[in-house]
């Protein structure tokens, strides 16, 4: 304690006065900060109770579909499935699925790598129809086809939803291969045309194939919040696509417009000239090293894109690969789409898995014969 007794009177009278303001000021801030801790509180529960009503209104009102986890960041491919996962599908209410994914990052049972193999195998390239987006595990085309060629040809499902042939190439170089097919089934799907340019990860330079890593500025979001507990969020769901969908539009016109300036397309549209080159080069390149290559489209969609139809029918014609024109799997065929909104539901996968099965083995036959 200190010591107030030489001073006068006068200056004690001051002192006083001085330390009754340091009083009153130093209560007047402790008030000040009690107000903005009461003021940060309330704000924090008003805050989270308009969450927690905003989540239970829409997903009473309006149930968005949920995915957990979502695809995993990668560089070399923009995105991929996380390994040994299960991946719940979902809204709330309406429908649930359920992926599996194996220690490949597959879908499906794994098959094990060598250097032989007992009998062929069968690599599957694709996007979320081959994946199997929409039916639970076991009921995907792969699996049918898995159960129909048993002990006959192996099936390695490597399509990944949202991935386009730059991804889907890139894969099949660098884990695809090492399988040593005799078959590659390649499904096309309109939208490949735009996921090839979101993760531009495989382009042609000096006539080969050239593996670049994404540049697309839009995986941030895979790369931090994929994982998260917020992919469970309705209100995160109902931002989510329109916040995605916005910037990976942008995103794809940017690269579309730089390609234009570089790439001669002979009046061809950008992105089905790039997808053509693709092809082309890749189904070269199967035929080099005696590798049958399939093609199957989701049903009409390879018609609307004429010129990437004309490439396939022409590599078709040239003995390059085999184009399976699937819809007429479906002619007289009705309710065979997924509630999740894929056209291809559990009906459709399993017609799929028994036509392709008939195809190959007859084909084998032939081969064979």
Request: net charge positive.
């Amino acid at each position: 304690m200190q010591d107030y007794s030489h001073f006068t009177p006068s200056k004690d009278v001051e002192l006083a006065r001085e330390m009754i303001k340091e009083g009153i000021m130093s209560e007047h801030h402790r008030s000040r900060k009690k107000k903005l801790v009461i003021l940060f509180s309330t704000a924090v529960v008003f805050f989270t109770v308009c969450i927690i009503l905003g989540e239970i209104l829409i997903a009473i009102v309006s149930p968005q579909e949920t995915e957990f986890p979502r695809a995993e960041y990668s560089a070399e491919y923009g995105f991929m499935n996380y390994k040994n996962t299960k991946i719940v599908n979902e809204k709330k209410g309406k429908w649930r699925f359920v992926y599996t994914t194996n220690q490949f990052r597959n879908r499906g049972k794994p098959v094990s790598i060598s250097n032989e193999y007992d009998i062929p195998n069968i690599i599957i390239l694709g996007d979320s129809y081959s994946f199997g987006i929409g039916v639970n595990d076991g009921e995907e085309y792969a699996s049918i086809m898995t159960n129909n060629l048993k002990g006959k040809y192996n099936v390695v499902n490597t399509a990944v939803g949202g991935w386009g042939l730059t991804q889907q190439i890139r894969r099949y170089y660098e884990f695809g291969q090492l399988y040593l097919p005799k078959i590659v089934l390649l499904q096309f799907c309109l939208n490949d045309l735009n996921d090839n340019y979101n993760n531009q990860v495989t382009i042609i330079e000096n006539g080969k194939f050239k593996f670049i890593d994404s540049k697309s500025d839009i995986n941030w979001i895979k790369k931090y919040l994929s994982a998260s507990f917020i992919q469970k969020s309705q209100i995160y769901s109902l931002l989510r696509n329109s916040v995605y969908i916005y910037f990976a539009q942008r995103h794809m016109q940017s690269a579309v417009e730089r390609m234009a300036q570089e790439v001669k397309t002979d009046n061809i549209p950008v992105r089905e000239q790039f997808y053509n080159d693709l092809l082309e080069m890749f189904a070269n390149d199967l035929k080099r090293r005696g590798i049958r290559l399939i093609m199957i489209s989701v049903n009409d969609q390879l018609r609307k894109a004429p010129h990437v139809k004309a490439k396939v029918l022409d590599l078709d014609a040239r003995g390059l690969l085999d184009y399976i024109e699937v819809a007429d799997f479906f002619v007289g065929v009705t309710d065979y789409s997924s509630l999740q909104g894929h056209i291809w539901g559990k009906k459709a996968h399993h017609i799929l898995g028994e036509k392709l099965s008939e195809i190959i083995l007859s084909s084998s036959i032939n081969n064979s014969m």
